[in-house]
T-cell receptor, first 112, second 107 residues
Framework: GAGVSQSPSNKVTEKGKDVELRCDPI?????LYWYRQSLGQGLEFLIY????????KSGLPSDRFSAERTGGSVSTLTIQRTQQEDSAVYLC??????????FGSGTRLTVV | RKEVEQDPGPFNVPEGATVAFNCTYS??????FFWYRQDCRKEPKLLMS???SGNEDGRFTAQLNRASQYISLLIRDSKLSDSATYLC????????FGSGTRLQVQP
């Protein structure tokens, strides 16, 4: 597609439930990042995929968070047993050559 | 110390003013940076890259000072549409974002 697509755009879930957030990067982009942004805060790095290399998971805040990237394209971020502090906007970005990362419009997650 | 630090602002300036933001970084090995702008409740959008030679694009000029480990963004002739949060990004390893500087341009 023309841009980075994320779905759903909004998700409200009950505390304790699992959620899956999807990112469809720009076709051909080898690098993919997940970030989250709490209200009024900066972007917090979560995980980074680059080609076929092992992902950099150093930003994942707990073992309830995981992500995969299938076939070097679509990525899914999974949050298990959601907590209220997980409420944030989850942003995905992709890049071809480590220049000009393009962000999707994000998934706004609300845990009630 | 945070890897990338920014003054949160807000910077309130009149239209037509020149305004500058600095961003300090802690990793002396970092070599390239970005400035992104983020409008309220929107995703960040790339404004410009910053390498050792600096960068200029119209009213916007970015500079890198390796000795003092900071980058700067200068906006000349501010427009109302420049009102946004400006995010400094270190591209070393993962993209590391500062928490942003808010600019409010007033009529």
């Amino acid at each position: 597609g023309a841009g980075v697509s994320q779905s759903p755009s909004n998700k409200v879930t009950e505390k304790g439930k699992d959620v899956e957030l999807r990112c469809d990067p720009i076709s051909g982009h080898t690098a993919l990042y997940w970030y989250r942004q709490s209200l009024g805060q900066g972007l917090e790095f979560l995980i980074y995929f680059q080609g076929n290399s092992a992902p950099d998971k150093s930003g994942l805040p707990s073992d309830r968070f995981s992500a995969e990237r299938t076939g070097g394209s679509v990525s899914t971020l999974t949050i298990q047993r959601t907590q209220q502090e997980d409420s944030a906007v989850y942003l995905c970005a992709s890049s071809l050559d480590n220049y000009g990362y393009t962000f999707g419009s994000g998934t706004r997650l609300t845990v009630v | 110390r945070k890897e990338v630090e920014q003054d949160p602002g807000p910077f309130n300036v009149p239209e037509g003013a020149t305004v500058a933001f600095n961003c300090t970084y802690s990793n002396s090995a970092s070599q390239s940076f970005f400035w992104y702008r983020q409008d309220c409740r929107k995703e960040p959008k790339l404004l410009m890259s910053v390498y050792s030679s600096g960068n200029e694009d119209g009213r916007f000029t970015a500079q890198l000072n390796r000795a003092s480990q900071y980058i700067s963004l200068l906006i000349r002739d501010s427009k109302l549409s420049d009102s946004a949060t400006y995010l400094c990004v270190d591209t070393r390893r993962a993209l590391t974002f500062g928490s942003g500087t808010r600019l409010q341009v007033q009529p």
